[in-house]
């Protein structure tokens, strides 16, 4: 008989799809619509939509971070296919990549225009655009084999009620 907390450990994981989604939801919502659309108010400076943006996406960050470190907590204490193991660290090794290297590059222009000062333009945001469209396709595919995996174990685990004919 299993424990409480393996048991607990087990349902979490069945459903870690659930942790998945939510982490896509809040990439479409802010990378993929809030931050665009924010550039598009007319009355909105370059300096106080930065503003905004080092706020929203620096919390956005923090949230990623505790989603993968839950994510990954799961897969590693559990028994998960190999797949979805690799899946799982590559877009954790994405998201560290992002938070060490992009991050600290882009903050740092940030900040500087807000503060007034011209800077000439630079790629590094387009990396950052890339590799949010990267990591948000392998979210997606993350989530797909983590769903195929939960509805394999229901269909494994369900009983199947005999077949009635009406005759």
């Known amino acids: 008989m299993l424990s409480l907390g393996e048991r607990l450990l087990s349902r979490i994981s069945e459903r870690v799809f659930v942790l998945t989604l939510l ?5 479409f919502a802010i990378s993929f619509m ?3 659309l924010k550039f598009q108010a007319p009355s909105l400076t370059l300096p106080v ?3 905004i943006g080092y706020i929203v996406f620096h919390a956005l960050n923090a949230l990623e971070l505790g989603l993968a470190t839950t994510i990954i907590t799961i897969v590693l204490l559990t028994d998960w296919p190999r797949r979805i193991r690799v899946l799982t660290f590559l877009i954790g090794a994405l998201l560290a990549t992002q938070t060490v290297l992009l ?4 903050d740092a222009r940030t900040i500087a225009i807000i503060h007034g000062l011209e800077l000439p333009e630079r790629s590094f945001h387009s990396y950052y655009v890339a590799l949010e469209g990267v990591k948000l396709v392998l979210l997606l595919y993350l989530a797909y084999l983590q769903i195929e995996e939960y509805d394999a174990s229901i269909r ?7 077949e009635t004919t009406c005759d």
Do not use: Q
């Open 23 to 27: 982490w896509i939801g809040f990439l």
């Open 34 to 36: 809030a931050t665009p």
């Open 49 to 51: 939509a930065l503003e």
């Open 103 to 106: 991050y600290t590059v882009l």
């Open 156 to 162: 494994k685990t369900a009983r199947v009620a005999p």
